[in-house]
T-cell receptor, first 114, second 116 residues
């Protein structure tokens, strides 16, 4: 079974631009969660999607948004980029069939904002 | 209060020795899950081991075992016979069972370096 894939792996943008990151979950997994990892703040939860609906959202400004498609693939968008958005963005998928499920992570997208 | 606390920012261990990475957690839910992930320099988070709050036995996965002490709210990861490839960041994470919640709360991590 293929793992979680994320594209692109690396991205360089300038302040004010917007960016879209993509995540394809493990086949059969319906939940996709996004995390931001920075040296200063560590790993922080952004949001979670299940069956094309956002179920949970972390404490991030509205510039951060996402969506999920019918095939469970998810995209994350950041508008009006700021220097502080430079981070590793990790996507995780899980079955979300109830109970406490394992989450499997993708390789991440490393975003650099200049 | 921090939900997950990892008090060891860094550890150096001789190859082939066992190592224990500490993790304490805070939750009022009787049902929860605890995870350990390994993150090498490449960035990918690799799932290592899981412990459910109602599991009677400590979880084990190959060289990894979890020393789960529920009353003390600790879930320490034990790596036996450490190898050079074990050098990485290690994160402990808590999952609380709110309906539809897949969110993981992570600790700050421990950087483990294995010395040949």
């Amino acid at each position: 079974k293929a793992g979680v894939t994320q594209t692109p792996r690396y991205l360089i943008k300038t302040r004010g631009q917007q960016v879209t990151l993509s995540c394809s979950p493990i086949s059969g997994h319906r939940s996709v969660s996004w995390y931001q990892q920075t040296p200063g703040q560590g790993l922080q939860f952004l949001f979670e999607y299940f069956s094309e609906t956002q179920r949970n959202k972390g404490n991030f400004p509205g510039r951060f948004s996402g969506r999920q498609f019918s095939n469970s693939r998810s995209e994350m968008n950041v508008s009006t980029l700021e220097l502080g958005d430079s981070a590793l963005y990790l996507c995780a998928s899980s079955l979300a069939a109830g109970g406490v499920n394992e989450q499997f992570f993708g390789p991440g997208t490393r975003l650099t904002v200049l | 209060a921090q939900k997950i606390t990892q008090t060891q920012p860094g550890m150096f261990v001789q190859e082939k020795e066992a190592v224990t990475l500490d993790c304490t957690y805070d939750t009022s839910d009787p049902s929860y899950g605890l995870f350990w992930y390994k993150q090498p320099s490449s960035g990918e988070m690799i799932f290592l081991i899981y412990q459910g709050s109602y599991d009677q036995q400590n979880a084990t996965e190959g060289r990894y075992s979890l020393n789960f002490q529920k009353a003390r709210k600790s879930a320490n990861l034990v790596i036996s016979a450490s190898q050079l490839g074990d050098s990485a960041m290690y994160f402990c994470a808590l999952k609380e069972p709110y309906f539809g919640n897949e969110k993981l709360t992570f600790g700050t991590g421990t950087r483990l370096t294995i010395i040949p």
